[in-house]
């Protein structure tokens, strides 16, 4: 006999759509990791998988328009649907949380917060998009931490983007992975033991090829998601 943990599961909501690939990622490695053996064992999951939001990257350097508007309205649309915790899989779109935290009365669970948590006590690299790392998302966390954050030079962040761009477009072949075990090397010869896949594009690509740990932000947020819903602990992040 098989017994369900929905009565004391609380529902997820997935801010989503930034992009569509890595929510459904998301959305996967939900269902995949869930201990259960039957459809009423699963979560309930809402997910709003906008992808009209504006560009974050852009927003950050002044050159879009502010997607904060957007995120809050889609928080508040999760909650009013019945969302106990939100979760947004986009690391860049987390330079606007103060804007969904103070849209809605649930927690919001950080997934820069959660990955960080989980790092060595050693030098990691960082692949994520340029928006990312120009708000010091990263940077701020892991120095919270006293960890030291190894950053591609410029060339490297620019083939970092045009990565994320061509997955972003359905690029998931052998340039893509390569490009991207190139710059994980660079990174290690720079002194990173382990590389942060701070992007949830970056995150669809394997991290077994890597040359050194590979840290997914996508997989964080998976494992804090599911702790929050089957233990009924809303975790560290509080909403205000």
């Known amino acids: 006999m098989s017994s369900s943990p929905t009565t004391q599961s609380k ?32 979560l309930r999951i809402l997910v709003d998988n906008n992808p009209h939001v504006p560009d974050r990257t ?19 649309g999760l909650e ?73 030079d410029d060339d490297d962040q620019k083939l970092v983007m045009d990565i994320i761009g061509r997955i972003k477009a359905g690029g998931s072949g052998d340039s893509v992975r390569s490009h991207t075990a190139a710059i994980v090397a660079r990174l290690e010869a720079c002194g990173a033991a382990a590389v942060i896949a701070g992007c949830t594009e970056i995150s669809l690509i394997p ?12 997989d964080c947020l998976v494992e804090a998601a599911l702790r929050n819903a089957l233990n009924g602990m809303i975790g560290t992040e509080e909403a205000t």
Not at 11 to 30: D, K, N, S
Not at 61 to 76: I, K, T
Not at 93 to 115: L, Q, Y
């Open 11 to 42: 529902t997820i909501g997935i801010l989503g759509g930034m992009g569509p690939a890595a929510t459904i990622e998301f959305f996967r490695r939900l269902v995949a990791s869930t201990p259960a053996a039957i459809d009423q064992a699963h």
């Open 58 to 76: 852009a927003a950050i350097f002044g050159q879009g328009e502010d997607p904060s508007p957007a995120l809050a309205s889609m928080a508040r």
């Open 80 to 152: 009013a649907a019945g969302a106990d915790f939100l979760t947004m899989p986009c690391n860049t779109g987390h330079a606007f949380v103060d804007a969904i935290r103070e849209a809605v009365g649930v927690p919001f669970i950080h997934m820069i917060e959660e990955t960080v948590r989980v790092l060595p006590d050693a030098p990691v690299g960082l692949l994520a998009t340029t928006g990312t790392v120009r708000s010091e998302l990263y940077a701020a966390a892991c120095e919270e931490r006293g960890i030291e954050l190894v950053l591609p």
């Open 207 to 218: 991290g077994d090829e890597m040359s050194i740990p590979w840290i997914d932000a996508l």
